[in-house]
């Protein structure tokens, strides 16, 4: 239970995102990750908030005939969807989030949005279609989903308004695919970059619905990895949508927030100067390829959300341990950090109690005092409480 | 204009990744009686390398790595018909087999279509699977296509298990011993692949092609 002296998890993490610091290092896990009952109720008990990121606006192409086909003819397990507009067809492939008794990648997919596993940009004469599309897109302002999860939650954790990948990762994971992208990207790049502009111009709505949204802060759920997205494409496609966005958030008082989950060590000297206030779904070594002390260092102005890595979560309890002590040796003093169950996937009840138990006693500023004071208190009482 | 020249212009074509110029590059070579062959082995194929070298050097990123092995694969329809018996990376004369596939119950495709990309330009015979591929039907192509290499990618730890369940099914059907196994996916470790008995992580599409070239040049 919380106690009067501490912060309520929405104040933690609210301060933190700020850049103030918290009472402690904030905890929490994501909403569509999260497990329902006796784990969940201890957790929450001890040290984790939720991270509930939620729609807000709805979209519609009026002048767009959507067909969708599910059976053999369009392959089992999938829908197929045709869009047929004034200027031509594309069609793509989705799995979408499954029902009883069908595929489900042993994931929790609430509120995901359906995998794209064709794509639907093939050739060079779907840019028009998709153009069209984009065009004929209309975004209205709903922020029911936002209001109800903040009534929900109270201070129990934040709510957060979702924007889609930015523009040219639309086109990168979404639309094209990689490699595919980056063959287009180098055939056919006045199509790519015609197309580029257009979501990146009608974006700006988007961004103005977000950022008037009674959300605590703004995502771009963008997975960046600067593998694929090297300085390059990253400079020229990425920095000047994320400085628009940002502008618009900033302007409306709120936080910008972009989802980071890949290896960022070949742009880290670029996103330094984004106007990002937040990197959320950081994954430091194993996982990514840049130290948390590093990024925390290089990126001074910002906040990290670090997504505690799933490779590490499977190499048991004791890894788990041993790394988060690590994690908390590293970060010294703890400020502009918080700590996410998981960005990926779901988490075991045992791990979960475990981190949450460890992050209770996570109080700022953070010493190594008190991390060995934490690392002996998990050492001592491995895995669940006992009833 | 000299041989070296014609192979040089089409060794530059490919290093500035110009799918108009490799083409132009390739025909002028063909109508000038440059043997095909030396044409892919003295001018695709050192354009190529340069550009691997530039990657190392990170001159060059992935996306470059990928678009050569396109504009490479452009200049190659040219060059093709020329070469007698078919020639290129047809199964007769590919380096290597290798089949891919994401396993049961993930549906990443990027890291391991990068792979397929880059594999092939290698001049490897890839037979992608796809993704959310079950065990049965990936050990059914092993037995079936007999690759020198299997592929696994999982980018979900949950999923990561499946390809220590691929491995298994494998033994068990006396099929591991024909086949090197190599894993990747960014959850996935050393450590893991050790414990799955895999014979190689690959930290990325590059590092898990330079491996698949080892192994096949020790054969």
């Excluded at chain 1, 192409?61 to 999938?78: A, K, N, Q």
């Excluded at chain 1, 929900?152 to 889609?164: K, M, S, T, Y």
Aim: hydrophobic residues 40%; proline residues 5%.
């Amino acid at each position: 239970m919380e106690r009067l002296s501490e912060m309520t998890y929405r104040q933690r993490i609210l301060a933190t995102f700020r850049g103030e610091r918290a009472d402690k290092i904030p905890f929490f896990h994501l909403w569509r990750r999260l497990q329902t009952g006796e784990a969940e109720r201890e957790a929450r008990d001890k040290s984790m908030g939720v991270w509930w990121q939620r729609p807000c606006y709805t979209e519609s192409m009026p002048h767009v005939d959507i067909v969708e086909r599910r059976g053999p003819s369009s392959g089992l397990g999938t829908t197929l969807v045709e869009y047929h507009t004034p200027v031509g067809t594309v069609t793509e492939r989705l799995k979408k989030e499954p029902g009883v008794g069908e595929w489900k990648a042993q994931r929790s997919w609430r509120d995901i949005t359906p995998w794209a596993v064709e794509r639907r940009i093939k050739r060079p004469e779907d840019y028009e279609v998709v153009k069209f599309m984009v065009e004929d897109t209309v975004y209205k302002p709903d922020y029911f989903p936002i209001e109800q999860a903040k009534d929900w939650l109270g201070d129990d954790g934040v709510v957060i308004a979702n924007l889609p990948h930015s523009p040219m990762q639309m086109l990168m994971i979404d639309w094209v695919g990689t490699p595919n992208f980056f063959i287009h990207h180098a055939r056919y790049r006045d199509k790519v970059e015609d197309l580029f502009n257009t979501i990146d111009r009608r974006y700006e709505e988007m961004y103005k619905i977000a950022a008037e949204s009674p959300a605590d802060a703004v995502i771009f759920g963008d997975n960046l990895d600067g593998v694929l997205v090297n300085p390059n494409l990253f400079q020229q496609y990425f920095m000047p949508c994320y400085e628009k966005c940002a502008k618009t958030i900033h302007e409306n008082g709120k936080l910008l927030i972009s989802h980071f989950d890949g290896r960022l060590g070949d742009i880290k000297h670029l996103i330094a100067k984004c106007p990002i206030d937040i990197i959320e779904a950081f994954h430091p070594p194993p996982m990514g390829d840049l130290p948390l002390r590093e990024a925390l260092d290089l990126w001074n102005g910002k906040v990290l959300l670090v997504g505690f890595p799933g490779s590490v979560y499977s190499l048991g309890t004791d890894a788990v341990r041993d790394y988060l002590i690590s994690l908390l040796r590293t970060v010294l003093p703890g400020d502009r950090l918080a700590i996410e169950a998981s960005t990926e996937n779901l988490v075991s009840d045992e791990h979960l109690v475990l981190l949450s138990r460890a992050l209770e006693q996570a109080t700022l500023p953070l010493t190594e005092k008190k991390v060995n004071e934490i690392e002996e208190s998990i050492l001592k009482r491995p895995g669940r409480s006992e009833p | 204009m000299s041989e070296v020249k014609y192979l040089n212009v089409l060794r530059d074509s490919l290093v500035i990744l110009d799918f108009e110029g490799v083409r132009k590059a390739a025909e002028a070579a063909m109508r000038a009686g440059i043997p095909p062959l030396k044409a892919v082995s003295e001018g695709l194929a050192v354009g190529l390398r340069i550009v691997g070298e530039k990657f190392e050097r990170k001159e060059y990123f992935l996306s470059e790595l990928v678009v050569a092995a396109e504009v490479m694969k452009e200049g190659m329809s040219i060059i093709q018909p020329y070469i007698k018996g078919g020639g290129g990376t047809s199964s007769g004369s590919a380096k290597g087999k290798v089949v891919l596939a994401t396993v049961q119950g993930d549906n990443h495709d990027i890291g391991k279509s990068l792979v397929a990309t880059l594999l092939r330009a290698s001049g490897f015979e890839v037979f992608d699977l796809g993704v959310d591929v079950p065990t049965a039907s990936i050990v059914e192509a092993v037995r079936e296509k007999k690759p020198h290499i299997l592929g696994l990618s999982a980018l979900l730890t949950v999923t990561m298990p499946e390809m220590g369940a691929v491995i298994k099914e494998l033994t068990t059907t006396g099929l591991r011993g024909g086949v090197k196994v190599i894993v990747g996916g960014s959850p996935v470790t050393k450590e893991f692949a050790e414990k799955i008995g895999a014979d190689y992580r690959a930290v990325d599409a590059v590092n898990g092609v330079n491996r698949c070239n080892d192994w096949v040049s020790r054969r």
